[in-house]
């Protein structure tokens, strides 16, 4: 069971990019899946979810801007992130949700049993 990260970089605040991750050794389409990060020194942070039966979550900080998609073709999952801010800099993982609820219109990841090394993204002020 594996996920691979690609795309992240460095941009400027109010740009964009694009990052994905291919999913192998699970049934990808069965499953809900979240994006989640991790800035330096700080704890991870959930940022969105795209669940088996596609429905998809944000957590404010990115609702509005990002966007999270799913091929269960190819066994891949990319999240498109629009007008970035500093604030978004983090390394940012695929993960596997293991546990969740939904409550009042809003996804909760209560826990995860695996993640990808994750991709860098950086933004300059």
């Known amino acids: 069971e594996q996920f691979v990260e690609s795309g992240g970089g460095m941009v400027q605040s109010g740009q964009s990019l694009s990052i994905s991750c291919v999913a192998s050794g699970f049934t990808f389409g069965f499953q809900d899946v979240s994006w989640v990060r991790q800035a330096p020194g700080k704890e991870s942070e959930w940022v969105s979810a795209v669940t088996a039966n596609g429905a998809t979550y944000y957590s404010d900080s990115v609702k509005g801007r990002f966007t999270i998609s799913r091929d269960n073709e190819k066994n891949t999952l990319h999240l498109q992130m629009n007008n970035l801010k500093p604030e978004d800099t983090a390394l940012y993982f695929c993960?596997?949700?293991?546990?969740?609820?939904?409550?009042?219109?809003?996804?909760?990841?209560?826990?995860?049993?695996?993640r990808g090394q994750g991709t860098q993204v950086t933004v300059s002020s």
């Open positions: 993960a596997r949700v293991e546990s969740m609820r939904v409550s009042g219109g809003n996804y909760y990841p209560l826990a995860y049993d695996f």
